[in-house]
């Protein structure tokens, strides 16, 4: 692995460690629905860093399993994500626009 991925994946490390964690902190406090989602858009990315930096580095292999051509763990912390925060905006707006 050159140097300058090295350095990507540690900024990558900490500063998703940084927002996974304060993530974290903030869902012991609260119990609604759409920042529950979003904080775990936040872990769940988070995760698919170190899956992707742990695949890189040989520690793990890429699944067996695969969607077509694409593995099903990458698939799964690429896709996820975004579907947490879709949910999680889409229960923001709606709580907006019903006036709570």
């Known amino acids: 692995m050159p140097q300058s991925e090295l350095i990507l994946y540690v900024i990558k490390l900490v500063l998703g460690g940084l927002?996974?964690?304060?993530?974290?902190l903030l869902w012991s406090?609260?119990?609604?629905?759409?920042?529950?989602?979003?904080?775990?858009a936040i872990v769940i990315?988070?995760?698919g860093t170190v899956y992707d930096l742990l695949v890189e580095m040989g520690i793990l292999s890429v699944d067996k399993l695969k969607i077509?051509?694409?593995?099903?763990?990458?698939?799964?912390?690429?896709?996820?994500?975004?579907?947490f925060f879709i949910l999680g905006f889409s229960i923001m707006i709606s709580r907006i626009n019903s006036g709570k």
């Open 68 to 83: 077509g051509s694409l593995p099903l763990t990458s698939l799964i912390f690429t896709v996820l994500p975004s579907l």
């Open 45 to 47: 990315n988070y995760g």
């Open 29 to 40: 406090k609260t119990g609604e629905a759409s920042w529950m989602s979003i904080i775990a």
């Open 19 to 24: 927002a996974a964690f304060t993530a974290i």
